[in-house]
């Protein structure tokens, strides 16, 4: 779909496959006798593999995951060859003994390596804060919500709690990185003797971050997931068991920049205090302070505990 062989105003199906081609894969299927289910967690299979060699653009995996649930949806649950359609989405497996282990464990082994490729792609996209949009992650958080509530992770609970936690300590490493980079930038930039002047401005682009972040994303991202695999972890982690951009980039960045002020509390004291016309201005102290304490209570709004 993304090769170069593909004209650029070709359309083609988010499904891959043309009618004839379907129809041939539904012989081959019949004569070897496959069943439905299997045949379309085969597909998703491949359309992950197609997506990781970037041959095929990622709205075709969600198209992929609703054709198993399309097939399962249609299928007799007595002719399945996985049994048991789940009451609270795809698959139960209440009954495995039912069906061919090699089968669970194929399916399942195909929607762990979803969730591990996207929240592959969900922790690179740390990189973008704070100027991280919704658009930039949808698609990713779309499917992981659809494979979490397939139940077919309980055996990837631990390791679930780890990629959770690693995006979260990576989202607080760009964080701290962007609050760096920027209050380097501000300081070359100034050439003057007001040193209260960098931090000022710095003030003003944590807020505008800020709130940009809290206006995209009002509420946590996959919260749910963690909830999925055990109630009494959940209940344990507490606000860990969400994806908060807003919460994490203001837990880092606002005590970095006290810090920064409390380092340069005595210069600023003192260039205050030389002379009729001092370095820097008291009404700048006064900004200052100000500045810092609205910065105190939006931390304080993001970060409640």
């Known amino acids: 779909m993304l090769s170069p062989d593909v ?101 399942s082994n195909v929607y762990g390596a979803l969730f591990t490729l996207f929240m592959s792609y969900l922790y690179h996209s740390m990189d973008q804060l704070p100027s991280l949009k919704p658009s930039d992650i949808e698609h990713f958080l779309t499917i992981l919500d659809h494979v979490t509530d397939s139940g077919l992770l309980d055996k990837f609970n631990l390791d679930v709690v780890a990629r959770f936690e690693d995006i979260r300590d990576y989202a607080r490493q760009m964080s701290a990185a962007w609050y760096d980079a920027k209050m380097d930038g501000i300081v070359k930039g100034n050439h ?47 606000r860990c068991s969400q994806l908060d951009f807003a919460s994490l980039f203001a837990h880092v960045v606002v005590p970095r920049f006290i810090n920064d002020l409390s380092s340069s509390q005595k210069r600023l004291y003192e260039s205050s205090m030389n002379g009729p016309t001092p370095d820097v201005p008291i009404q700048d102290i006064f900004s200052l302070y100000r500045r810092t304490k609205m910065l105190i209570e939006m931390h304080d709004a993001f970060c409640p505990q």
């Open 192 to 238: 003057g003797v007001n040193r209260a002047l960098p931090l000022l401005m710095m003030t003003d682009e944590i807020e505008k971050s800020q709130k940009l972040l809290g206006k995209r994303f009002p509420d946590p991202v996959l919260g749910c997931v963690l909830a999925c695999f055990d109630l009494i972890l959940t209940k344990w982690l507490g």
């Open 7 to 107: 004209p650029d105003n070709e359309e083609v199906s988010l499904g891959i496959l043309t009618q004839p081609h379907l129809d041939l894969l539904s012989e081959c299927a019949l004569r070897w006798r496959i069943g439905h289910a299997y045949r379309a967690v085969c597909f998703l299979d491949l359309v992950k593999d197609f997506f990781e060699r970037e041959s095929i653009p990622i709205q075709c995996v969600p198209e992929a995951l609703s054709g198993v649930v399309r097939t399962v949806g249609d299928t007799d649950v007595d002719n399945l060859m996985i049994q048991d359609v789940s009451p609270f989405l795809f698959f139960s497996f209440s009954n495995k003994s039912q069906c061919s282990r090699s089968q669970y464990e194929y399916l």
